[in-house]
C-alpha cells in the first residue's frame, strides 16, 4: 500500500495552486482540481504559439507511452476556459503514488486563459470519473485507479494563504490541523464533491439558512462563489462594500474589517472562513480597494473553492463517499 505527497504551491495571489507530477519519466507542474475530471497537459502536439513559456509533455519520449486509437476529449469549465484533444496512456507517479496505465489527455486545442497562465501546464482532475470527457469510453481520474492501492481510499488538500502546502494521496497527516475532522456524506450523483450546506453565520450575527442548499468542494476554484442572500448578508456587514458591475463582483476599502464567515458542511459542522482571507486582492495600484473572496452564484450549487480551503484542511474519502473538514 502507498502514499504520496506533493507540495501544493500557490501561484501570486492565490490564483491557483500547482503541484509536480511525473508522466513517464517527465515532470509536469499541474493544476489538481477537485471540480473537474480529466487529467490533461500541454504538450509537444500543440501549436507552437501554445507551447510557448510551458512544459510540453513529449509522448515520444517516454518509453511507456501508448496513444489510446480513436480516443478523444474536449472539456469546457465554469468560467468558459476548455481543452480538447487526443489520449495515451502512460505511467503517472505523484508524489510516490504511481498509476501505471492512467488515461493522459493530450490537448491540441486550449483555450487563451490557460496558454497565459505559464505556471500551469495542464489539470488533474479529482472529481468523480463519471465526468470525465474521453470518448468513446470515459477513463478513470488518478485518484480512481490508484485508490485500491492506496494505503487509505482518501486524498488531501492542505492549501494556504501565500504559503507552501500539500496535497497527499493515501493517509491523512493529523499534524496538519487542529482538532479532528467532521465529516460529511458526499452526494455523488452529479460527479462533484457535493455536500449539503443550508446554515450560515456572518461573524457573530443571526445564522441563517437556504433551503436545500448545496455545494462543491472545488480546489480548482480560486474564489467561494454562495447563494446571493448569504453574500448579500455578509457583505452588509462591510463598511464600504459595493457591488462593483465594472470590476465583476463586490468590492470594498482594502482596510475594511471582514468578518469571519461560517459554513454548515453535511448539516452537523460550521467550517469557519477567515475573514481576512475573504479580502482576495487588490483591484486598484494603490491597493485602496479590494476584492472580495467570496461572490454570488445565481446557481443552487455553491462552489466552495481556495478561499475555503485556506481556512479548512479537506479530506476526500473515496471509500465511503464522504468529504472530512478541519480548520487549519
Ligand atoms: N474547477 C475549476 C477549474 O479548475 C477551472 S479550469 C482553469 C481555467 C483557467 C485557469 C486555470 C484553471 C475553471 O474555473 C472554475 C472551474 O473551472
Not at 28 to 49: K, P
Amino acid at each position: 500500500a502507498s502514499t504520496g505527497t506533493v507540495a501544493a504551491t500557490p501561484e501570486t495571489g492565490d490564483v491557483e495552486y500547482l503541484a509536480p507530477i511525473n508522466i513517464g519519466g517527465q515532470t509536469m507542474v499541474m493544476d489538481f482540481d477537485s471540480g473537474s475530471s480529466d487529467l490533461w497537459v500541454f504538450n509537444t502536439q500543440l501549436a507552437a504559439a501554445s507551447q510557448t513559456g510551458h512544459t510540453n509533455f513529449d509522448p515520444s519520449k517516454s518509453t511507456t507511452f501508448k496513444l489510446m486509437q480513436g480516443a478523444s476529449f474536449s472539456i469546457s469549465y465554469g468560467d468558459g476556459s476548455g481543452a480538447a484533444g487526443n489520449v495515451g496512456t502512460d505511467t503517472v507517479n505523484i508524489g510516490g503514488a504511481t498509476v501505471t496505465s492512467q488515461a493522459i489527455e493530450l490537448a491540441t486545442a486550449v483555450s487563451s486563459s490557460f496558454v497565459q497562465d505559464t505556471q500551469s501546464n495542464g489539470l488533474v482532475g479529482l472529481a468523480y470519473s463519471k465526468l470525465n470527457t474521453v470518448k468513446p469510453t470515459a477513463q478513470k481520474t488518478f485518484f480512481d485507479n490508484a485508490k485500491s492501492s492506496l494505503a487509505e481510499p482518501v486524498f488531501t488538500a492542505d492549501l494556504r494563504h501565500n504559503a507552501v502546502g500539500a496535497y497527499t494521496f493515501g493517509a491523512i497527516d493529523s499534524t496538519k490541523f487542529n482538532g479532528s475532522l467532521s465529516w460529511a456524506a458526499v452526494n455523488t450523483t452529479n460527479g462533484f464533491w457535493q455536500f449539503s450546506s443550508t446554515k450560515f453565520q456572518v461573524g457573530t450575527g443571526a445564522a441563517m439558512t437556504v433551503a436545500g442548499g448545496q455545494a462543491i468542494a472545488d480546489t480548482g476554484t480560486t474564489l467561494m462563489l454562495a447563494n446571493a442572500a448569504v453574500v448579500n448578508a455578509y457583505y452588509s456587514q462591510v463598511t464600504g462594500a459595493v457591488n462593483n458591475q465594472t470590476v465583476g463582483g463586490v468590492t470594498f476599502p482594502c482596510n475594511a474589517q471582514l468578518p469571519d464567515l461560517q459554513v454548515d458542511v453535511g448539516g452537523n459542522y460550521m467550517a469557519v472562513v477567515r475573514g481576512d482571507d475573504i479580502n482576495f486582492a487588490p483591484v486598484d495600484n494603490a491597493g485602496t480597494t479590494c476584492f472580495g473572496g467570496l461572490q454570488a452564484i445565481s446557481s443552487d450549487l455553491q462552489i466552495y473553492g481556495d478561499i475555503m480551503f485556506k481556512s479548512q484542511f479537506v479530506a476526500f474519502n473515496g471509500g465511503n463517499n464522504t468529504i472530512g473538514m478541519a480548520p487549519h
